[in-house]
């Protein structure tokens, strides 16, 4: 079994800061790309970053410029700083993790934080 653990949501005021932290436990072998993705009421899941256990970092375009996403792949954590929040950041966010395991590769989520920014 695998398991994600999302941390750090809250409510923050617009123009504030939050950093999110999403660690992965359980047995497996290795995580390939790990990202951030967020689902506000009504709409659907969409991707904010995405980070690669090479390095490679993807970003929305809402989120580039305010957002950074970082990771360390000897903790098995993600992380995600976010600067600038604005209302429409108000979301549920959910850490996602492509995990090889003995059985095969398969995808993981969290159980989601929610990240609410008032106005």
């Known amino acids: 079994q695998v398991q994600l653990v999302e941390s750090g949501g809250g409510l923050v005021q617009a123009g504030g800061s939050l950093s999110l932290s999403c660690a992965a436990s359980?047995?497996?072998?290795?995580?390939?790309?790990m990202g951030w993705y967020r689902q506000a009421p009504g709409k659907q899941r969409e991707l904010v970053a995405t980070?690669?256990?090479?390095?490679?970092?993807n970003y929305a375009d809402s989120a580039k410029g305010r957002f950074t996403i970082s990771r360390d792949n000897a903790k098995n954590t993600l992380y995600l700083q976010m600067n600038s929040l604005k209302p429409e950041d108000t979301a549920v966010y959910y850490c996602?993790?492509?995990?090889?395991?003995?059985?095969?590769?398969?995808?993981?989520w969290g159980q989601g934080t929610q990240v609410t920014v008032s106005s």
């Open positions: 996602k993790g492509s995990v090889t395991a003995a059985y095969g590769v398969l995808d993981y």
């Open positions: 980070f690669t256990r090479g390095g490679n970092t």
């Open positions: 359980g047995r497996f072998l290795r995580i390939d790309v």
